[in-house]
Every structure is written in C-alpha cells, then in structure tokens.
C-alpha cells in the first residue's frame, strides 16, 4: 500500500482480529496467529510476558505480567515487536 498510515491501521486491525481470535480459540495451530501482506510483511501475534518486550521490566512484578505481542517482518528488513494493548 502507498498509505503508511492506512496500511498501519490495516495491520494493527487485523492484529486484533488475530488476538481475539488466539484468546477465544485456545489451543489453535501458530500458523493461525500470522498474516502475510500483498507488500510481503509478515505480522505475528503471540502470547509473551511483559518483561520480553520491555527489556527494563525484566525481573520487575510488571515483567512477569502476560501480555500479547505482534512482530512485524518486512519483506527484506528487520522485525520489529510491538505491545498489543
């Protein structure tokens, strides 16, 4: 997409779509967390402590806290991991 801003939005739509869906169906295979973009970016949701996102909150009582992550994979770039809220 052309729109940085639209396909943002898109993406983090379709992050919440994800984790509501990984919350309601417990159990379901990994491949159903993931979603690839016509633009090749792969977006992730995954269950994971606040203390593996926030390397300062480790070993802290907030870093123990479950939360939901989404790793994003450009085609070709670095993947970068976000706090679902």
């Known amino acids: 997409m052309k729109n940085p801003v639209l396909s943002r939005v898109l993406a983090l739509g379709a992050a919440g779509l994800l984790a509501a869906a990984a919350l309601l169906a417990p159990g379901t295979a990994e491949a159903a967390t993931a979603v690839l973009s016509q633009a090749?970016?792969?977006?992730?949701?995954?269950?994971?402590?606040?203390?593996?996102?926030?390397?300062?909150?480790?070993?802290?009582?907030?870093?123990?806290?479950?939360?939901?992550?989404?790793?994003?994979?450009?085609s070709g770039g670095p993947p970068s991991v976000e706090l679902v809220q």
């Open 40 to 74: 090749g970016t792969l977006y992730e949701v995954y269950p994971t402590t606040y203390g593996e996102i926030v390397p300062e909150a480790a070993g802290t009582p907030d870093g123990g806290q479950n939360v939901l992550a989404l790793r994003m994979t450009p």
